[in-house]
């Protein structure tokens, strides 16, 4: 009888992770505390449960280095594609999902999987050595007992950042009078996916009272032992964003380019808030990039000066929270073992990958990884030229130790292509060989 692996968190990587496992024919305990033990930013006992945006961005496979990762995954037969494809919502060229109906969906696959079984409870230390192969996935939200387990385990002070939540809206309390539907530059090959996001125009002045008000709201209190911790740039509050320069958020999730206002269609908006379809019945709306750590109270009033948002309702206010991550470079080999104990793997956003996408991706190679092991076979890291080579390759040692921090995928971790030449003008065609590079040497890497 093949002994299972233990898989701690039953996040997007956790669960992927113990679906590959499953797949390749050895059983899997995937462990989740939940709803034993709550925490502040989930609302439900779901496993691979969206807390943050509903978006796993771009799924342009040929251009975008998250696209490709997508591929990767798809092409690998992961589970966290296939019930994002299957539950999916409009939003122009990116890969959302109704963030209810896929957890569901996610939960009851694994449920039915006659190798997978659930068991709910907090793994509050390192596991008995009788767990001979576990993977660590509890994600940003690591409770306290596990991380200063693991802390005492590797004599390293974890590392860890800010990370923030944008509220989510009600569509019918949005004033369309105002407001209107379109995909940025019309992005996407239905109308649906072209009119998947509600814009809200402001003029100058607008804009700067939204600016002066934002500045001025009551913000989050940090505790003492929080002060220091830095924020992850990828995931800004807008507060944070604001106070590094008066224009610094049209030039980032407020930018006004690519949209043409219908109620006004002779007048350049000055800036433009943009919500994104947050679940499949298009009820519920949120607004892109606005992370923040204000107060609920100083929320509704600051959001509620925004043209179109007037009488907003609010399903979900924003939040912040602790996240926390390992100094992979340093801990982990490059089959995602923990050095010091390699019966632990890692997997996840603990490893400092940063987003749902990357997360998933490095459960995924954890549990394969640790189903080859449990199997007797090998199993070398896929080389660097892919999305997940590129990323494994980087956590497990292409990143320097000393200022290691979160990385999403980008095409800078790639290597160059040889013959394909460099440039801002030259780049569709660069992205282009980097993704048909990397889809070649996927696909022998899987066989």
Same mark, same amino acid.
Request: charged letters at 20%; one cysteine or more.
């Given at each position: 009888?093949?002994? =299972?692996?233990?898989?701690?968190?039953?996040?997007?990587?956790?669960s992927?992770?113990?679906w590959?496992?499953?797949?390749?024919g050895?059983?899997?305990?995937?462990?989740?505390m939940?709803p /034993?033990?709550?925490?502040?930013?989930?609302?439900?006992?779901?496993?691979?449960?969206?807390?943050?945006?509903?978006?796993v961005?771009?799924d342009?496979?040929?251009?975008?280095?998250?696209?490709?990762?997508?591929?990767e995954?798809?092409?690998a037969?992961?589970?966290?594609?296939?019930m994002?494809d299957a539950?999916?919502? =409009?939003a122009g060229?990116?890969?959302?999902?109704?963030?209810?109906?896929?957890?569901e969906?996610?939960?009851?696959?694994?449920?039915?999987h006659?190798?997978?079984?659930?068991?709910?409870g907090?793994?509050?230390?390192?596991?008995h050595e009788?767990? @001979?192969?576990?993977?660590?996935?509890t994600?940003p939200?690591?409770s306290?007992?596990?991380?200063?387990a693991?802390?005492?385990?590797?004599?390293?002070?974890?590392?860890?950042?800010?990370?923030?939540?944008?509220?989510?809206i009600?569509?019918?309390?949005?004033?369309?009078d105002?407001a209107?539907l379109?995909?940025?530059?019309?992005?996407?090959?239905?109308?649906?996916?072209?009119?998947?996001?509600i814009n809200?125009?402001? @003029?100058?002045?607008q804009y700067n009272?939204?600016? @002066?008000?934002?500045?001025?709201?009551?913000?989050?209190e940090?505790?003492?032992?929080?002060? @220091?911790?830095?924020?992850?740039?990828?995931?800004?509050?807008?507060?944070?964003?604001?106070?590094?320069?008066?224009?610094?958020?049209?030039?980032?999730?407020?930018?006004?380019? *690519?949209?043409? /206002? #219908?109620?006004?269609?002779?007048?350049?908006?000055?800036?433009?808030?943009q919500?994104?379809?947050?679940n499949?019945l298009? !009820?519920?709306?949120?607004?892109?990039?606005?992370?923040?750590?204000?107060?609920?109270?100083?929320?509704?009033?600051?959001?509620?000066?925004?043209?179109?948002?007037?009488?907003?309702?609010?399903?979900?206010?924003?939040?912040?929270h602790? /996240?926390t991550?390992?100094?992979?470079?340093l801990?982990?080999?490059d089959?995602?073992?923990?050095?010091?104990m390699?019966?632990?793997?890692?997997?996840?956003?603990?490893?400092?990958?940063e987003?749902?996408?990357?997360?998933?991706?490095?459960?995924?190679l954890? *549990?394969?990884m640790?189903?080859?092991?449990?199997?007797g076979?090998?199993? !070398?890291? #896929?080389?660097?030229t892919?999305?997940?080579g590129a990323l494994?390759?980087?956590?497990? *040692?292409g990143a320097?130790?000393?200022?290691?921090? =979160?990385?999403?995928?980008?095409?800078?971790?790639? =290597?160059?292509?040889?013959?394909?030449?460099?440039?801002?003008?030259?780049?569709?065609?660069?992205?282009?060989?980097?993704?048909?590079?990397?889809?070649?040497?996927? /696909?022998?890497?899987?066989t």
């Amino acid at each position: 009888m093949i002994k =299972p692996i233990h898989i701690i968190g039953g996040g997007m990587a956790g669960s992927e992770a113990a679906w590959q496992i499953a797949q390749m024919g050895v059983p899997a305990i995937i462990h989740e505390m939940r709803p /034993n033990v709550e925490t502040f930013a989930h609302q439900t006992q779901n496993l691979a449960e969206l807390v943050c945006s509903n978006s796993v961005r771009s799924d342009d496979d040929e251009a975008n280095a998250v696209g490709l990762l997508h591929w990767e995954m798809r092409q690998a037969g992961g589970l966290v594609m296939e019930m994002g494809d299957a539950n999916s919502v =409009p939003a122009g060229s990116a890969l959302a999902v109704d963030r209810e109906a896929f957890s569901e969906a996610v939960t009851a696959r694994l449920e039915a999987h006659p190798l997978v079984t659930i068991e709910r409870g907090e793994i509050a230390g390192i596991p008995h050595e009788d767990w @001979d192969s576990v993977i660590i996935a509890t994600g940003p939200l690591t409770s306290v007992a596990l991380a200063e387990a693991v802390r005492d385990l590797t004599d390293e002070s974890s590392l860890s950042f800010f990370d923030a939540i944008a509220p989510i809206i009600y569509a019918e309390s949005i004033n369309m009078d105002k407001a209107w539907l379109q995909s940025r530059y019309d992005k996407g090959d239905t109308e649906e996916e072209r009119t998947a996001y509600i814009n809200c125009p402001m @003029d100058e002045a607008q804009y700067n009272a939204f600016i @002066d008000a934002l500045l001025a709201a009551d913000k989050t209190e940090f505790k003492d032992w929080e002060k @220091d911790t830095p924020y992850f740039d990828g995931c800004l509050p807008i507060e944070v964003m604001a106070e590094r320069g008066r224009e610094t958020l049209r030039f980032g999730p407020m930018k006004p380019v *690519g949209l043409t /206002n #219908p109620h006004q269609p002779q007048i350049k908006a000055h800036a433009v808030v943009q919500l994104r379809r947050d679940n499949a019945l298009g !009820t519920l709306y949120n607004i892109v990039g606005f992370q923040t750590k204000m107060k609920y109270g100083a929320q509704a009033e600051v959001f509620k000066i925004i043209p179109g948002l007037e009488r907003a309702e609010f399903a979900r206010l924003g939040g912040i929270h602790r /996240n926390t991550f390992i100094n992979s470079p340093l801990l982990l080999d490059d089959q995602m073992r923990l050095k010091a104990m390699p019966r632990l793997r890692f997997a996840g956003q603990i490893t400092g990958v940063e987003g749902y996408v990357e997360s998933t991706a490095m459960g995924l190679l954890a *549990g394969r990884m640790a189903a080859h092991e449990r199997l007797g076979t090998s199993i !070398t890291a #896929p080389p660097n030229t892919t999305a997940m080579g590129a990323l494994i390759s980087h956590i497990t *040692g292409g990143a320097a130790a000393k200022t290691f921090q =979160p990385m999403n995928v980008n095409f800078g971790l790639f =290597p160059l292509v040889d013959g394909v030449k460099g440039g801002r003008r030259n780049r569709p065609a660069r992205y282009k060989a980097y993704t048909d590079r990397a889809k070649a040497d996927w /696909n022998a890497w899987l066989t």
